[in-house]
């Protein structure tokens, strides 16, 4: 079965520090890792997308690498910010007809001032 | 701007009734998606779309039912038979089926309470 999970849950941390959130996928013949953002109540804001053939990508201050031989994604967040504080989404694309995207449960974060 | 609109952002059911959710995109993409996101279990496939007059059943497709009439617009009615149907619902579309090295844009949502 193909599944993501995130870890951890939820996170915490003062303003200004590097941090990093986790992503582990079951099955590594993946097309491409979609990281997103949600505020409370809101939609999906995309943030960075890599391609199977890739292993990081990079966006200001966000950096998401890919392994896809040990099934595991990770979004560096530098010196975070109050207005980071937000859910995190990490969701795969397989090589099927559906398009689907499978989802982790996200990990919730909040950035202290 | 491109972008995908979802309305309305708030909506009340009462029991027995069906709703509909409106979803419409601009980004002439061909694929579109609904899904559920409900508190601790993620996101969850409803239906999707891959081109004009053709969709097909997704995770937990039952209570709900599309249509796809034109490119732009693909709503999701919720029926009186999803028994569970209080939610947040989030509408998606991405470029074309053959291109899969793409990602997905989403809409803001509609947030569906039974009352």
């Known amino acids: 079965k193909q599944e993501v999970t995130q870890i951890p849950a939820a996170l915490s941390v003062p303003e200004g520090e590097n941090l990093v959130l986790n992503c582990s996928f079951t099955d590594s013949a993946i097309y491409n890792l979609q990281w997103f953002r949600q505020d409370p109540g809101k939609g999906l804001t995309s943030l960075l997308l890599?391609?199977?053939?890739?292993r990081e990508q990079t966006s200001g201050r966000l950096n998401a690498s890919l392994d896809k031989s040990s099934g595991r994604s990770t979004l560096y967040i530098a010196a975070s910010q109050p207005g980071d504080s937000a859910t995190y989404l990490c969701?795969?694309?397989?090589?099927?007809?559906?398009?689907?995207?499978?989802f982790g449960q996200g990990t919730t974060l909040q950035v202290k001032p | 701007d491109g972008g995908i609109t979802q309305s309305p952002k708030y909506l009340f059911r009462k029991e027995g009734q069906n709703v509909t959710l409106s979803c419409e995109q601009n980004l002439n993409h061909d694929a579109m998606y609904w899904y559920r996101q409900d508190p601790g279990q993620g996101l969850r496939l409803i239906y999707y779309?891959?081109?004009?007059?053709?969709?097909q059943k997704g995770d937990i497709a039952e209570g709900y039912s599309v249509s796809r009439e034109k490119k732009e617009s693909f709503p999701l009615t919720v029926t009186s038979a999803q028994k569970n149907p209080t939610a947040f619902y989030l509408c998606?579309?991405?470029?074309?089926?053959?291109?899969?090295?793409?990602?997905?844009?989403f809409g803001s949502g509609t947030r569906l309470t039974v009352v």
């Open positions: 969701a795969v694309k397989y090589p099927s007809n559906t398009g689907k995207l499978i």
């Open positions: 890599i391609q199977s053939s890739q």
């Open positions: 779309s891959q081109i004009v007059n053709d969709f």
């Open positions: 998606a579309s991405s470029i074309d089926r053959d291109r899969p090295f793409n990602g997905y844009t």
